[in-house]
């Protein structure tokens, strides 16, 4: 199992910015996925979810800004980062269904 | 939101000593369906956090039996024996029984 986040950088606040999310070595489409979050020097902050179906939860801090999406013939998750904030300066990382594989994760840096 | 809440916040040891993280969540992290969804993960530094168990006793493929869980309800607890260098970082408890997933703040685990 493989997963590649690529996408981040730095950006403006209430700038846009879309993430994405390689996945390799195990069968994509029959997976949940998750973005989870770690803001510099913190702890772990759970972002979105997508089932296999593609349903989708947010956390409260993120919901109506974020969107987590799916392309099942890319194998690739996305995260869409609108109406950027500084707290949102973070290392977002996907991750497989139970957590079990992570990515090695980028960096977005909210920042004027 | 479930408080997941994590003590001690550092712990110095000694290489093949032994060591006791407690996770406490402020509601029962027991499903409908039965099972009881807390994982611990290790975030060695610089690198993404890794998956050591999963449904509160369950070693992830390749973690050492060094690493053991138990718990139930709301009670947690991570046992690391014979602690080798390897195993130093910040450990972090996490709940995926409801939504939004919650983690602790993590356990620095350091040598002495």
């Known amino acids: 199992v493989q997963l590649v986040e690529s996408g981040g950088g730095l950006v403006q606040p209430g700038k846009s910015l879309k993430l994405s999310c390689s996945a390799s070595?195990?069968?994509?489409?029959?997976?949940?996925m998750h973005w989870i979050r770690q803001a510099p020097g913190k702890g772990l902050d759970w972002v979105a979810y997508?089932?296999?179906?593609?349903?989708?939860v947010y956390a409260d801090a993120v919901k109506g800004r974020f969107t987590i999406s799916r392309d099942n013939a890319k194998n690739t998750l996305y995260l869409q980062l609108n109406s950027l904030k500084s707290e949102d300066t973070a290392i977002y990382y996907c991750?497989?269904?139970?957590?079990?594989?992570w990515g090695q994760g980028v960096m977005v840096t909210v920042s004027s | 939101d479930v408080v997941m809440t994590q003590t001690p916040v550092s712990l110095s040891v000694s290489l093949g000593g032994q060591v006791s993280i407690s996770c406490r969540s402020s509601?029962?992290?027991?499903?409908?369906?039965?099972?009881?969804?807390l994982s611990w993960y290790l975030q060695k530094p610089g690198q993404s956090p890794q998956l050591l168990i999963y449904?509160?006793?369950n070693r992830f493929s390749g973690i050492s039996d060094r690493f053991s869980g138990s718990g139930s309800g709301t009670d947690f607890t991570l046992k690391i024996s014979r602690v080798e260098p390897d195993d130093l970082g910040v450990y972090y408890c996490g709940q995926g029984t409801q939504y939004p997933y919650t983690f602790g703040a993590g356990t620095k685990l350091e040598l002495k």
């Open positions: 449904k509160v006793s």
């Open positions: 509601q029962s992290l027991v499903h409908n369906n039965g099972n009881t969804y």
């Open positions: 070595g195990f069968t994509f489409s029959s997976y949940g």
């Open positions: 997508i089932s296999s179906s593609s349903g989708t």
């Open positions: 991750s497989t269904t139970h957590f079990d594989y």
